[in-house]
């Protein structure tokens, strides 16, 4: 049985304390950002930096001696990390912190320095820290510590966590772990969620944190379907869908649902596809919320205009091809009288124009383009299913494009992407 010296894990308050960093590379690159943000005074001393860490002293969020290390650097710190990839100048750091009694980080051998830093993450104003022992069975690159095992068990915490379905289980009221703390994360109102795509994956965290927390999740048809079934089997789920020239709950049937279940005491998620705000009419239901004296929290998604061609392969933006990127809506054809899209400008761009809601009317739109300008060879691809396991791309022409979405049997929902960047797609 390995013999194991267990480590004391404590929170350093570092606000206006001077911390002394040996070494500018790739280590102290990803241990600086956790440094500042605690407010430490950091001083760097190394010879070299990254470009990174060179950008954080030129932003003066530190202090660079650009040399070596010597004998009287840590005088006054009150923490010290030794990142170098030189042993005797890291011993040599080691062995001055022991000196004055100040713990020290030593990253190549962790179990020669005095202190450790743990894998850590935050969630919702909680520091989470996880840290194992020191075992006599050593490796050259763990110091001594199993670095995979511990990142991998902060990162199931997290997600965990940030699933919701930690919050659900310390507030339960049957739970004996329910404290003050648990009791005032709940939030009060509405959030309106960018669920992204439809990749349950592709959700942002903050937005997959504040679903496991709701009470009543509103979901249109293009949210993250997959992520319903994780929910907690008492809360309740209201099918806002509208389905293209078929069955749909409008858009004031959707406004009053959020209203009445948030006045009735209940935090409620409007789980949409994309982002709320672009084509969502996300900002109608805000307002609808804001008269109700109903407080709204917004969290952004990945828009499909955005994420559907950029998971096809397609760049919305390429250098020396288009210079711009303009997101319209489709739903109403070209000559519509009350179509805000004016087909003539956009068919005289040379950039990329990305049409959302619009394979219904995705001949009329390639006719009103090229009779206003555009060429007819200019690339189209259509994106059908964007981000999901049934996506299929169906590439074309302004020329040609209709003909062959019709033979491909092209349905909604699907993203038109317009221009040359779809012939970069690998």
């Known amino acids: 049985m390995p013999q194991v010296d267990t ?45 990174a860490v060179e ?55 962790g179990t020669a320095g005095t202190a450790s830093t743990p894998a850590s993450a935050e969630w919702n104003g909680l520091r989470i820290a996880v840290a194992s022992g020191h075992l006599t069975r050593r490796s050259p690159t763990s110091g001594g510590r199993d670095p995979i095992r511990v990142a991998s068990v902060r990162d199931g915490v997290l997600d965990w966590l940030r699933s919701g379905a930690g919050e659900r289980l310390l507030n339960h009221p049957d739970s004996r772990s329910r404290t003050a703390l648990t009791e005032s994360t709940t939030l009060p109102g509405v959030a309106l969620v960018g669920g992204g795509p439809g990749d349950p994956e592709l959700i942002t965290v903050r937005g997959r944190r504040l679903l496991g927390q709701a009470d009543v999740v509103v979901v249109d048809r293009l949210g993250p379907r997959a992520l319903l079934g994780e929910l907690a089997p008492n809360v309740e789920v209201i099918d806002a ?12 049937a959707i406004n009053a649902c959020l209203v009445e279940h948030a006045l009735a005491g209940k935090f409620v998620v409007r789980l949409k596809g994309g982002d709320p705000y672009v084509f ?63 087909w003539t400008a956009l068919a005289r761009l040379s950039g990329t124009i990305v049409v959302l809601m619009g394979v219904q ?45 019709q033979e491909a049997g092209v349905r909604a929902p699907a993203i038109i992407v317009i221009g040359g960047v779809v012939a970069q797609r690998p």
Request: glycine share 10%.
């Open 361 to 405: 009317n995705l001949g009329v739109i390639a006719l009103a383009l090229r009779k206003n300008g555009r060429d007819g060879e200019t690339p189209v691809a259509v994106v059908q299913d964007g981000s999901m396991p049934a996506e299929k791309i169906t590439i074309g022409t302004l020329d040609s494009i209709d003909d062959i979405a």
């Open 241 to 252: 869908t509208k389905l293209p020239r078929g069955r749909f709950m409008a858009q004031e």
């Open 55 to 109: 950008g954080m002293a030129q932003a003066e969020e530190l202090r660079w001696h650009q040399r070596r290390y010597r004998e009287g650097d840590l005088d006054g710190a009150w923490y010290v990390l030794a990142l170098t990839n030189d042993a005797e100048v890291n011993a040599a750091v080691v062995a001055e912190a022991t000196g004055r009694r100040i713990f020290c980080v030593r990253a190549d051998d």
């Open 7 to 51: 480590p004391y894990l404590a929170g350093l308050d570092l606000r206006d304390r001077r911390v002394v960093v040996v070494g500018g590379g790739i280590v102290a690159q990803r241990r600086l950002p956790n440094l500042l943000d605690a407010g430490a005074l950091v001083e760097l001393v190394s010879p070299e930096a990254t470009p």
């Open 280 to 342: 969502g009419r996300g900002s109608e239901e805000l307002e609808a919320c804001a008269a109700a004296g109903i407080p709204v929290t917004v969290v952004p998604g990945l828009s499909s205009a955005i994420a559907v061609p950029a998971l096809a392969g397609i760049p919305l933006t390429h250098r020396g091809v288009a210079h711009e990127a303009v997101i319209v809506s489709g739903h109403l054809p070209p000559g519509h009288p009350e179509s805000l899209v004016d």
